[in-house]
């Protein structure tokens, strides 16, 4: 009985593997991000809104 080999099978599943290993070397690539000054990053945006409700809430209760 001769062996026949998935050739198909065979490709596809090597492409498969390097598919994997290519996607994980990408990943690896982009730089991993450092010394974030958050206090810079805040005053880009400006400030925070604020939320209303629980301003009025306790000024309500007061009266």
Known sequence: MGVTRLKRKDRKNKARANNKVARIKQLL????????????LRAQF??????????????????
């Open 29 to 40: 690539l982009t730089p991993v991000i450092k010394n974030v000054d958050m206090d810079e």
């Open 46 to 63: 400006g400030e925070a809104p604020k939320n209303k409700k629980a301003e009025e809430a306790p000024a309500e209760a007061a009266q």
